[in-house]
């Protein structure tokens, strides 16, 4: 019978988060990189250069993959045997204990993203708890984790839907992922729940997120059930549609799809779909009485050695002396370098301008003829002038565009994913440009931050308007002054392109 410490535990989840803010799992890094080879667009390829590059950086760094560290979910096998040696603690407390330790640990600090009253006050919670945990009672005398840290312009895409037992399962998933935008940040993978209920299909989802890519396995076998089928004709449809890393329009859209499954209602065909992103994280450690789990760090071999080379065509900008007329000539799809100042603002920090401009007051900063970049940044260690920095899903703030860009001048948005018809269409008529950079790649694109310190509201933390002084940022032109956005033309094109060789291969 194993004794279970409670701090052992603790210790055990804290180290877990630690190890997967910074290492991509070793199947993970081989996936982007055999898909970084064999694509054949030149945006997607170079998109998933920076993630491979960032990955490195991050494990040598130990600093984390993605700005978003992350919501912790954890997927817990107690064991019917164990005894808890000592606990003063009930299993929930210990877990969130860990994700306390391991989101405040001075030298690699994680970014809190958790807020508390969510319909309400949406206060943070400052130390990322609590955790979302599943327990299952099984025998034996161990307890096992699946920890994950799951970010959340890829859950923000998850889709639920109840069909008809007769309906088609690949037919819904084929339509539905284009809806999804690139606010996911693909490359990654898709989890599938299929069966139970509601509820089951979505826990069953998220669980298949906790395997490891072997559909290259499968493909090589030969599928055995209908299970395996699915994965592989959802893979093949999904990857045809030519959405591909970052939305750029590419090859290579998911690397695995999972699929698990549970007996379901004669009535009833639950499916629940959830993306996991180019920042997957998930550790897995089992506890035996022993004392804390230790987890291994991937070889430095596991990372490609790759460079990102800069093209001969990119766009080197001044952001403190551009023009709203040098603009106007700014294409889709185009490599700029961006230095100078820019700054940053997200949500909560958009919410708070607008009510302002309503109520007729200042802002505490002038807009007029700059740049902001849809940012929530990890807090600074060491010697650090900014934590890992990179870009959020810039749809969330499309609703405000129209009236920033009206009534403050406003010259230009970085953030990552689409931007919708109502952004497009502002953005084409006050002749402003929206630029995205990689989204998980943040401690690359950290790098490239020289300066930064917060204007305004202080009080929201990593939502904060900071002023950034950057220097040499890569970005792509994603929508220009003319409202064509790299996210219709470029998956289009891609599409077009797989289904012409497909038909040849026939
Ligand atoms: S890679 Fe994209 S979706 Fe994933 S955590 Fe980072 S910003 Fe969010």
Known sequence: MALIKQDDLIQSVADALQYISYYHPVDFIQAVHEAYLREESPAARDAMAQILINSRMCATGHRPICQDTGIVTVFVKVGMNVRWDGATMGLDDMINEGVRRAYNLPENVLRASILADPAGKRTNTRDNTPAVIHYQMVPGDTVEFDVAAKGGGSENKSKMVMLNPSDSIVDWVIKTVPTMGAGWCPPGMLGIGIGGTAEKAAVLAKQSLMDSIDIHELRARGPQNRVEELRLEIMDKVNALGIGAQGLGGL????????????????????????????????????????????????????????????????????????????????????????????????????????????????????????????????????????????????????????????????????????????????????????????????????????????????????????????????????????????ITGPAIWQKKIADSLAVEI
């Open 252 to 487: 290579t859209t998911v690397l695995d799809v999972k699929i698990m499954d549970y007996p379901t209602h004669a009535a009833s065909l639950p499916v629940c779909m959830i993306p996991n992103c180019a920042a997957t994280r998930h550790a897995h450690f089992v506890l035996d009485g022993s004392g804390p789990a230790v987890l291994a760090p991937p070889p430095l071999d596991a990372y490609p050695d790759i460079t990102w080379e800069v093209g001969t065509g990119v766009r080197r900008v001044n952001l403190d002396t551009l023009k709203p007329e040098d603009v106007l000539e700014w294409k889709t799809g185009e490599t700029v370098l961006l230095s100078g100042k820019m700054l940053t603002g997200r949500d909560a920090a958009h919410k708070r301008m607008v009510e302002m401009l309503n109520n007729g007051e200042q802002l505490p900063v002038d807009l007029k003829g700059r740049f902001i970049y849809y940012v929530g940044p990890v807090d600074p260690v060491r010697d650090e002038v900014v934590g890992p920095a990179g870009p959020t899903t810039a749809t969330r703030m499309d609703k405000f565009t129209r009236q920033i860009l009206d009534q403050t001048g406003l010259l230009g948005m970085i953030g990552k994913s689409e931007r919708g018809p109502i952004a497009i269409e502002a953005i084409k008529d006050y002749k402003a440009v929206y630029l995205m950079a990689v989204g998980g790649a943040a401690y690359l694109v950290a790098q490239a931050i020289k300066k930064a310190e917060v204007l305004a509201f202080p009080e929201m933390g990593m939502e904060a308007i900071y002023e950034f002084e950057v220097k040499d940022m890569p970005v792509t032109v994603a929508v220009d002054t003319k409202g064509e956005s790299v996210h």
